[in-house]
């Protein structure tokens, strides 16, 4: 990592799947000190479903020339969501839009890139629907477009690409290329057999660190957002490793860490690699340092959403009254929301129980079935120690209850909702702030065991493994 900074104030631009923001960090603090958030549409038009990169381009700009004077900014840093790639012509404009990775491909490409991707012993990264593996992309985009992929010239990570647009420097960096892309052994540190077989190598921007500063803002982008210095720009992380990073420079091992927003991903860290089922949404990250973690996953910010607008809502108070009374009466919900990911890809959602259930009792059972997938996403991956939940979950005591009386473990809630921008802030060498403004959640919930037996024998009589 670089030496200490002596920055006082840090841009990060912060691509969610769902929302976008640029935020400006006091160095010295941490603390978010002026912000602003747009949605992250997809357009659904030609070629395929894809990114509206200039409406985001545009956003960032005129966010960073609001900042300019006040409050000032010294250094940026970006942060986004993985299973993104970038395909640049000759020009560096693109070769083909920012494909959005929800879209599914033809089930003939489906099954030639399935014949094609390399093991999970080799890049320990599971196949997953749509274009969730990056390398699917790259082999659709191959496939479908030879025209227009016979123009690239460059492919780059999706941080990259916007640290490109600021500074005209490209660059992969391994966070993005170890998140499930197909396209990263995390025991070799370096690329898998499959950019030779999808015959990109030599397309691939060169590996830089997340910590390296790639150059300054190009003279006429600072000119035009009104920089009165040189400002550096620092090469990027992949959104749920910048959760990670505050945790791996404050905390020693083993841990694990649940950073929830669309994705919840757990990570273990200080765990090892040997027992991940590609079958169930498992698979190794890599941090900014270049180690592997076993780490799991659900898409399950966007299934609260879901079922928060067909239930409405209630008051936290409320909601965590209902937990003894949802046990009780054993109102469960099974998975999936979302279908194709997470533990139990082939659950289909199911209620049991909830017929007079009212709201408070409802949202309460969705809580103890974000906590029992939480639980069964820590389990295969092998964490152990203190469990850190950051995000939007952080907030939902409901949730926090029941994750602490199914695991047993400490659960530290980080409230702060800028913890992907505070990570990636910390890229540019500031000091770290201690996170843990809380402290550990520790419950009891009287019948939660015969519960959980119920949930998951419902889940095993579906053909769901359970272990």
């Not at 549409?41 to 030609?46: E, F, I, N």
């Not at 012509?89 to 929800?102: I, N, S, T």
């Amino acid at each position: 990592m670089t030496a200490v900074s002596t920055y006082r104030h840090i841009a990060v631009i912060d691509i969610g799947k769902t929302n976008a923001k640029v935020v400006v960090l006091d160095a010295r603090t941490g603390a978010e000190i002026a912000a602003v958030k747009t949605n992250n549409g997809v357009l659904k038009t030609a070629p395929y479903p894809h990114y509206d990169i200039e409406r985001l381009w545009s956003f960032i700009i005129e966010a960073l020339k609001s900042f300019a004077a006040v409050p000032g900014f010294d250094a940026i840093s970006i942060t986004t969501h993985g299973a993104s790639a970038v395909l640049l012509d000759a020009d560096g404009d693109l070769a083909l839009p920012v494909l959005d990775y929800e879209h599914t491909y033809p089930l003939p490409i489906q099954q030639a890139y399935g014949q094609l991707r390399p093991a999970f012993a080799e890049t320990f990264s599971p196949g997953l629907s749509g274009g969730l593996n990056v390398g699917a992309q790259l082999h659709y985009q191959k496939s479908a477009f030879p025209e227009d992929f016979a123009r690239v010239a460059a492919i780059l990570t999706y941080p990259q690409y916007w640290a490109y647009r600021l500074t005209g420097v490209a660059a992969n960096e391994v966070t993005s290329l170890g998140c499930h892309t197909d396209l990263w052994n995390p025991t070799t540190g370096a690329y898998s057999s499959l950019v030779d077989t999808l015959g990109i190598r030599e397309l691939m921007a060169p590996v830089r660190s997340a910590f390296d500063a790639l150059g300054p803002v190009l003279p006429a982008l600072a000119a035009q957002i009104g920089l009165a210095a040189s400002v550096p720009v620092y090469c990027g992380i992949h959104d749920s490793n910048a959760s990670l990073l505050p945790h791996l420079i404050e905390n020693e091992a083993p841990f694990a860490v649940v950073s929830t927003g669309t994705w919840v991903i757990s990570f273990a860290v200080g765990g090892d690699l040997g027992h991940l089922d590609p079958e169930r949404d498992v698979l190794a990250n890599v941090d900014a340092y270049g180690s592997a973690v076993p780490s799991s996953r659900f898409m399950g910010g966007r299934e609260f959403e879901i079922l928060a607008a067909e239930i409405g809502t209630a008051p936290s108070d409320a909601i965590v009254a209902a937990l003894e009374r949802v046990i009780e009466k054993k109102l469960m919900l099974l998975p999936n929301v979302v279908a194709g990911s997470g533990p139990f890809p082939g659950s289909k959602m199911r209620w049991i129980g909830e017929a007079s259930a009212h709201t408070a009792e409802r949202l309460s059972a969705v809580s103890l079935y974000l906590a029992l997938m939480t639980e069964a996403c820590l389990g295969l991956i092998g964490a152990k120690g203190p469990v850190f939940v950051e995000g939007p979950f952080a907030t939902n005591r409901a949730y926090l209850i029941a994750m602490a009386a199914l695991t047993g473990a400490q659960v530290i809630a980080l409230p702060d909702s800028t913890g992907t921008s505070q990570g990636a802030a910390l890229l540019t060498g500031i000091h770290s702030h201690s996170t843990i403004e809380n402290a550990p959640v520790r419950a009891e919930l009287p019948g939660l065991g015969d519960y959980r037996k119920a949930w998951r024998e419902a889940l095993s009589h579906s053909g769901q493994p359970i272990g």
